[in-house]
């Protein structure tokens, strides 16, 4: 019980330091009609961790809810998504 205590706590740090730095990634999941034409995107979060590689989204996003973390983190998932959609649309293909 006490090792799963330290290490939420240590994963809780850690989110903390992967906002100061911005260790997000959005991938992009295309979403399709039934003609299987691309009609948007899907973003999706991704936390690469420094140590411990790709954290799943299910162990850290309870986490940025439960310490308020969320509104920032939505915000820069929102800004990155802009400029992504922006640089799309300078180059369609």
Not at 8 to 17: N, T
Not at 25 to 33: A, G, K, R, T
Not at 55 to 62: A, T
Not at 76 to 82: H, T, Y
Request: charged share 20%; aromatic share 10%.
């Amino acid at each position: 019980m006490q090792a799963a205590l330290l290490a939420h706590v240590k994963l809780e740090s850690d989110l903390r330091q992967a906002q100061a730095s911005q260790q997000w990634q959005l991938y992009y999941q295309p979403q399709v009609d039934h003609y299987g034409t691309i009609t948007g995107v899907e973003a999706l979060l991704r936390w690469h961790h420094p140590e411990r590689g790709m954290v799943s989204p299910g162990d850290f996003i309870p986490l940025l809810e439960s310490n308020e973390l969320i509104n920032d983190v939505g915000e820069w998932v929102l800004e990155d998504a802009c400029y992504q959609l922006a640089r799309w649309a300078q180059h369609p293909g």
